[in-house]
């Protein structure tokens, strides 16, 4: 880690005890930074080009508009484009930068630097190296977890156990990280929302500017009056692969890295639950005057299922159908946000919507395993192909209904799983916001696991309190045959994924999953009561292997 890295790192969390309300800690932030030179980079992040074995894209802000901002690698000095964004909420102008560095060699390690022509450090601006991709079937390791937030406590479900998390990615050392959605609940802090944004950014900086992190949209990345479908910040922080699906960029994307198809979705799109931005009131949400945006009124929600119109389902099947004809991918993998199988019972659990429309589509092409947030704790589900029907009750008749439970194919926890013969699904909402979630249901009628799952488009309804709206929880249940292993210690950890080609015609590839966890963590575990605190030491939960046969 640079020095520089070390500065940027403790101007993200400097504000951890210094602001008790978010308007106060907003006015901090920006008094923090007027001092610096209006082009200094921060929140300095990487992500893949659209071949991850030779491209990377560098990202970063500045406090204000940079003169001449450039990546330098090597002789080569490559311009940034600008992609400034102005909050609909508070008015306030972003301004981020994206240099695209293509022309790189496959599985090497480049030095880069970072600045502009005003910039503070420009004698010595911030640099830090990236490895690319490997070329061909050879082995890597990637890390994932979702719902990470900020380690300034002033924001709405940040904590400091992210901190943590961020140094945790980079103590295994991965080739980059899958971030699943929920990065910063900057929706849950709208009049704030760049100032969450800012002290997420200098947070992940620690390790996103050394290898890159690859993000989906959560339900908390979605903002009244910041585009369509509310991601302008998301988007304008993040350069993604292309998926050319006009009007939808950056919403979806995928990649390859050796012998491994990457898919990464927005559920956004195709969920039931409505848990997006939302005015719960009495008070309605009153943009600044500059916006020209009327005030948002209680009971106000943006609500995207279906926004892409079948667009991102048919991307979908194309590239999956795609990823299995090609002879060189042994494993698809795929990203989002909100769980097809989750088992928490304080959390949101299973959402019908992703079943419908997905799921038959993960079973056609031998989807290997699916990695999620959304839910904040770990759980595993056996392989799982095809459905249960009618293995659902309503949750306020006990009323039969069709849930599409997933099927397991098998229900042995043998450690070793064929994934060609079904899908594992990984509940990763782990990373290191302050609402740990590590308390699973459980059928009181025959002690069998149970799940929650939303059958229905939700919208918010009024509550007992006059003014104050509240959305619907899930309308169902069903016993969740399907789960094999949760996690009752904490809410924290982080998965290792070690992936294998294997070496020869017999020798079947393989990847190598082991969950890490961060005990004692939680801040109150909901199972216990036990109070903890953020925690630096992340030990093994569980190991266990993913097999397939090679593609012929
Ligand atoms: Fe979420």
């Given at each position: 880690?640079?020095?520089?890295?070390?500065?940027?790192?403790?101007?993200?969390?400097?504000?951890?005890?210094?602001?008790?309300?978010?308007?106060?800690?907003?006015?901090?932030?920006?008094?923090?930074?007027?001092?610096?030179?209006?082009?200094?980079?921060?929140?300095?992040?990487?992500?893949?080009?659209?071949?991850?074995?030779?491209?990377?894209?560098?990202?970063?802000?500045?406090?204000?508009?940079?003169?001449?901002?450039?990546?330098?690698?090597?002789?080569?000095?490559?311009?940034?484009?600008?992609?400034?964004?102005?909050?609909?909420?508070?008015?306030?102008?972003?301004?981020?930068?994206?240099?695209?560095?293509?022309?790189?060699?496959?599985?090497?390690?480049?030095?880069?630097?970072?600045?502009a022509d005003n910039d503070s450090d420009a004698a010595d601006p911030f640099s830090a190296t990236f490895r690319t991709a490997p070329a061909g079937r050879a082995p890597f390791r990637f890390t994932s977890f979702g719902d990470l937030a900020t380690p300034n406590t002033a924001w709405v479900l940040s904590y400091g156990q992210s901190a943590y998390a961020v140094e945790a990615v980079e103590s295994f050392e991965p080739l980059f990280h899958l971030l699943n959605g929920d990065l910063c609940y900057a929706n849950l802090n709208p009049t704030a929302q760049p100032e969450v944004w800012r002290d997420f950014g200098n947070n992940n900086q620690t390790s996103a500017a050394s290898r890159p992190w690859m993000p989906c949209p959560g339900n908390h990345e979605v903002e009244f009056c910041n585009g369509p479908q509310g991601f302008a910040s998301y988007l304008s922080r993040y350069t993604l692969p292309e998926n050319r699906v006009p009007g939808f960029a950056g919403r979806w994307y995928s990649f390859r890295v050796g012998s491994v198809l990457f898919v990464s979705l927005d559920a956004d799109d195709v969920i039931y639950q409505d848990a997006a931005a939302f005015v719960a009131g009495p008070a309605a949400l009153v943009p600044a005057a500059g916006t020209g945006h009327p005030a948002i009124e209680p009971g106000t929600s943006f609500y995207l299922r279906g926004y892409s119109g079948g667009a991102q389902t048919g991307w979908l099947e194309r590239t999956l159908a795609a990823g299995r004809r090609d002879q060189t991918v042994d494993w698809i993998i795929v990203q989002m946000h909100q769980c097809a199988a989750s088992s928490s019972s304080t959390g949101n659990g299973s959402d019908l919507g992703i079943r419908q429309e997905w799921l038959p589509l993960f079973d056609r092409y031998q989807v290997d395993l699916v990695l999620c947030g959304h839910d904040h704790d770990y759980e595993r589900s056996f392989p799982v192909r095809g459905a249960d029907t009618d293995a659902g009750r309503e949750a306020a008749t006990g009323a039969v209904v069709n849930t599409l439970r997933p099927h397991p194919v098998t229900t042995t926890d043998s450690g070793v799983f064929d994934t060609s013969r079904g899908t594992v699904h990984l509940i990763l909402g782990c990373g290191g916001t302050d609402a740990p979630l590590d308390e699973y249901g459980t059928d009181t009628a025959d002690g069998q696991r149970q799940a929650k799952v939303f059958t229905r488009a939700g919208q918010p309804v009024p509550s007992s309190t006059p003014g104050v709206f509240t959305r619907a929880a899930a309308d169902a249940v069903e016993d969740a045959i399907w789960s094999a292993k949760r996690d009752t210690v904490t809410g924290y950890g982080i998965a290792v994924f070690d992936v294998d080609p294997g070496s020869g015609f017999d020798d079947h590839p393989s990847i190598k999953v082991t969950h890490y966890h961060a005990v004692g963590a939680d801040p109150v575990n909901p199972a216990t009561g036990d109070k903890g605190a953020p925690t630096p030491d992340y030990t093994e939960f569980e190991t266990f292997t993913l097999v397939r046969p090679r593609q012929q």
């Open positions: 880690m640079s020095r520089r890295q070390v500065l940027a790192g403790a101007g993200g969390t400097g504000l951890l005890a210094a602001a008790a309300s978010p308007a106060k800690a907003a006015t901090q932030a920006r008094r923090a930074r007027a001092g610096r030179g209006g082009g200094t980079p921060e929140q300095i992040h990487l992500t893949w080009s659209e071949n991850p074995a030779t491209g990377v894209v560098v990202s970063w802000a500045s406090p204000g508009q940079a003169r001449r901002p450039r990546v330098r690698i090597g002789q080569r000095v490559i311009p940034a484009e600008p992609r400034p964004y102005t909050d609909g909420i508070s008015g306030e102008t972003v301004w981020t930068y994206h240099a695209r560095v293509g022309g790189l060699r496959p599985g090497a390690t480049y030095a880069y630097a970072v600045t």
